[in-house]
C-alpha cells in the first residue's frame, strides 16, 4: 500500500538553528498537507501544497513540493522554543500520515 | 465552536472486556477516520468512513470495528482489547480546501489495556 516516510524521526537543535524534515511518498500524490502536533496535544492543520514544484511560506516556515510530486519538506528558519512538537505529512485523500518528526528545541 | 469530541479523554482496562471510544463532530463532515498513534510509528490510520453507512478499514484494522449510523458519529469499538491495543487514538473529520480533504483532529483517547 501506499506509505509516506519522514525523516528524520527525531531532531535536537539548539534554539535560533534551523531544522528541515523531509517527507517521500512511494506513489506520486495529488497534494501534501503539513500537521503540527503540540506535546500533549492533537495534530492542527498547517498547509496544503498542490502545485508540482510548489512552495509556501508561512512567517519563519517554508514548505516545498517536489517537481515529481513524491516528496516535501519543511523548513524552519531560526527555531523557536514554541515550534517543538511532532510534525507529520499527510498524502491522498485517504489522509495517510507520515511516521513524523519530533522536533525538541534547546533555549 | 467546530469541534471533534472523543470520550473518554482517559481509560485504563482489562484484557477482554470490550468498550468504545466515541467520536462526534459538528461541522456536517462526511469524512471521518480513526487513528492510533505509537512511538516512531506515526499516526496508523485504522478505519474511515466516507460517509453514513460507508466504512472502509485502513492500515490497520485488526481488532476494531466502526460504525457510521448518522453524520456526526463515528464510534471506536475494541470487541476484546488486548495489550498491544495500548495506545493514544485519534478520531479525524475531513474539511474541504480547494477540493481536497484535510483533517480536524480531537482531543485523543489515551488507552492502557492491562
Known amino acids: 500500500g501506499q506509505q509516506v516516510m519522514q525523516i528524520p524521526q527525531y531532531q535536537h537543535v539548539q534554539e535560533g538553528e534551523d531544522f528541515t524534515t523531509y517527507c517521500n511518498s512511494s506513489?506520486?500524490?495529488?497534494?501534501i498537507q503539513w500537521y503540527k502536533q503540540r506535546p500533549g496535544g492533537h495534530p492542527v492543520f498547517l498547509i496544503q501544497?498542490?502545485?508540482?514544484?510548489e512552495v509556501k511560506k508561512q512567517k519563519r516556515l517554508t514548505f516545498q513540493f517536489g517537481e515529481a510530486k513524491k516528496n516535501s519538506s519543511l523548513h524552519i528558519t531560526a527555531t523557536q522554543t514554541t515550534d517543538v512538537g511532532t510534525y507529520f505529512c499527510?498524502?491522498?485523500?485517504?489522509?495517510?500520515f507520515g511516521t513524523g518528526t519530533r522536533l525538541q528545541v534547546f533555549p | 465552536e467546530a469541534q471533534v469530541t472523543q470520550n473518554p479523554r482517559y481509560l485504563i482496562t482489562v484484557t477482554g472486556k470490550k468498550l468504545t471510544v466515541t467520536c462526534s463532530q459538528n461541522?456536517?463532515?462526511?469524512?471521518m477516520s480513526w487513528y492510533r498513534q505509537d512511538p516512531g510509528l506515526g499516526l496508523r490510520q485504522i478505519y474511515y468512513?466516507?460517509?453514513?453507512?460507508?466504512?472502509d478499514k485502513g492500515d490497520v484494522p485488526e481488532g476494531y470495528k466502526v460504525s457510521r449510523k448518522e453524520k456526526r458519529n463515528f464510534p471506536l469499538i475494541l470487541e476484546s482489547p488486548s495489550p498491544n491495543q495500548t495506545s493514544l487514538y485519534f478520531c479525524?473529520?475531513?474539511?474541504?480546501?480547494?477540493?481536497?480533504?484535510?483533517?480536524?483532529f480531537g482531543q485523543g483517547t489515551r488507552l492502557t489495556v492491562v
Open positions: 468512513s466516507m460517509n453514513v453507512e460507508v466504512t
Open positions: 479525524a473529520s475531513s474539511a474541504q480546501l480547494g477540493g481536497r480533504p484535510y483533517a480536524f
Open positions: 499527510a498524502g491522498l485523500d485517504k489522509l495517510i
Open positions: 506513489t506520486t500524490l495529488s497534494n
Open positions: 501544497l498542490v502545485k508540482s514544484g
Open positions: 461541522m456536517n463532515h462526511e469524512y
